[in-house]
């Protein structure tokens, strides 16, 4: 299912401490910073001191504006940040499992090592536990791991759920998790095997794209990724990105030309048909790269590494929903970007046709749903429609679109979508036929569409 990997529990093992000490060396630094037998209790002399919060009570105006200044620039609260000492002490959550005999215990970083020196063809990656930008509190859990790395079709890195699927081979809370992408920044792996995938595209352009140019690589040309549950790493969420997103979207149409095969469409799809997408430049060299590996499909990937990731072939139709009984605008769904349940009724559903995917890209698959690449339109009873979680039961989530008429039935409740003005939103109303109640799909025959296309600039 993984190559030529397997999911052995001893791909972490040595056969004592000192086994990986002797072979490795000791360093000082993890065993102070990492002690599991160090005081729950933290210093309070010692500001962030095993992790807690630090808070700023009645700033003066110049730190004020030393915090103001560190959220623009750097995305942190940038005079907290200089408050801690660099080498504060953290507390060790791992699971206990990760102190049974035979696993390494104090060498907590280094865990990830053993792996890719006992399989050259594997990546490790820590489970990474999140720094507070304001208050730089680390958020340490010994529970075990609940989520494992994914991607939106927009190519950006997603944390999903963790399945029966991902733990099928895993007998103990400390054993490998195989994980379909990873978040990048923080991993390990062989400098030959990174070599012999081509290392990262030289023509990327300062940050984004890379984690999930090198995790889809990985896995279709031979090589596997796990998360080691007793290696944690403790990572600053940034309250935003400084990156540009013009150069990651130029990062991502690389990476979605070169590995995607023809799913490379719903990208560029989800990504504004092609408006504003920035030049990309030469693939060629990267597109030989893979032929000269021999590496699998972007088809095989989706189904034997992430099978529970939704698959755009799997729509009858898709794109922008355009509504035919909005004379004085033309209005089409719209999900807002929230990538969150929409139960507040409040919220609207639609808004003015934009031609440019994102939110507005919406897909009817074989089961009547229509949703996102998460939610589905949801009706329950009353008038109003919701989104919520796509669960593939059909009931208040099954609908019939009829391509010849427009009219979207809800097939439960038989009654129809309706652009109702009277509400404010979308409705589900008695089937009258009128305008309010019809659709168009922007394409609704998606296989001529993918045998017909071809990714270019």
């Given at each position: 299912?993984?190559?030529?990997?397997?999911?052995?529990?001893?791909?972490?093992?040595?056969?004592?401490?000192?086994?990986?000490?002797?072979?490795?060396?000791?360093?000082?630094?993890?065993?102070?910073?990492?002690?599991?037998?160090s005081p729950r209790t933290h210093n309070e002399d010692i500001p962030g001191d095993m992790g807690i919060p630090v808070f700023v009570e009645n700033p003066t105006e110049k730190v004020r504006k030393i915090i103001k200044d560190g959220y623009n620039l750097y995305g942190y609260n940038k005079y907290v940040s200089d408050l801690i000492p660099i080498e504060r002490r953290l507390p060790d959550r791992r699971n206990e499992w990760c102190f049974t005999p035979n696993r390494v215990s104090k060498m907590l970083l280094p865990t990830t090592v053993i792996m890719v020196t006992k399989n050259w063809r594997s990546i490790a990656i820590p489970v990474f536990n999140l720094i507070n930008p304001s208050t730089f509190a680390c958020n340490f859990s010994d529970q075990p791991v609940s989520s494992v790395g994914g991607f939106k079709w927009d190519l950006m890195f997603a944390f999903n759920e963790i399945s029966s699927w991902h733990t099928r081979n895993v007998n103990t809370s400390a054993d490998p998790i195989p994980s379909p992408?990873?978040?990048?920044?923080?991993?390990?792996?062989?400098?030959?095997?990174?070599?012999?995938?081509?290392?990262?595209?030289?023509?990327?352009?300062?940050?984004?794209?890379e984690n999930i140019e090198l995790s889809f690589k990985t896995w279709m040309c031979g090589g596997s990724i796990y998360i080691l549950p007793c290696s944690h790493v403790a990572h600053l969420e940034r309250i935003r990105s400084v990156y540009s997103r013009e150069t990651v979207k130029r990062n991502n149409a690389r990476l979605?030309?070169?590995?995607?095969?023809?799913?490379?469409?719903?990208?560029?799809?989800?990504?504004?048909?092609?408006?504003?997408?920035p030049n990309y430049g030469d693939v060629s060299s990267r597109l030989a790269l893979r032929r000269s590996l021999n590496c699998s499909s972007f088809d095989w990937y989706l189904k034997n590494v992430i099978p529970s990731m939704f698959n755009p072939k799997s729509a009858l139709a898709y794109g922008e929903v355009r509504s035919l009984g909005s004379s004085e605008q033309q209005l089409c769904l719209d999900s807002h970007g929230t990538?969150?349940?929409?139960?507040?009724?409040?919220?609207?559903?639609?808004?003015?046709?934009?031609?440019?995917?994102?939110?507005?890209?919406?897909?009817?698959?074989?089961?009547?749903?229509i949703r996102d690449e998460q939610n589905c339109l949801d009706f329950f009873g009353g008038e109003r429609v919701i989104l919520y979680p796509c669960h593939k039961s059909g009931g208040n989530q099954?609908?019939?679109?009829?391509?010849?008429?427009?009219?979207?039935?809800?097939?439960?409740?038989?009654?129809?979508?309706?652009?109702?003005?009277?509400?404010?939103?979308?409705?589900?109303?008695?089937?009258q036929g009128r305008l309010e109640q019809k659709w168009k799909f922007e394409v609704d025959n998606i296989y001529d569409t993918l045998n017909n296309f071809r990714f270019s600039q």
């Open positions: 299912m993984f190559g030529d990997t397997t999911n052995d529990p001893n791909l972490v093992h040595f056969e004592n401490e000192q086994s990986f000490i002797d072979r490795f060396g000791e360093d000082p630094r993890i065993a102070k910073m990492f002690n599991k037998t992408t990873m978040s990048g920044g923080f991993f390990s792996i062989h400098r030959d095997f990174f070599s012999y995938l081509g290392k990262y595209d030289d023509q990327f352009e300062i940050w984004g794209g979605a030309a070169v590995w995607l095969d023809e799913f490379a469409h719903f990208y560029f799809v989800r990504a504004g048909r092609g408006q504003g997408l990538g969150k349940l929409s139960t507040n009724y409040s919220q609207s559903l639609h808004w003015e046709c934009h031609g440019l995917g994102g939110n507005q890209l919406w897909y009817y698959t074989v089961l009547g749903e099954e609908w019939e679109y009829h391509g010849e008429t427009g009219i979207i039935v809800h097939t439960k409740s038989r009654r129809c979508l309706t652009l109702d003005g009277a509400v404010g939103n979308l409705a589900v109303t008695a089937c």
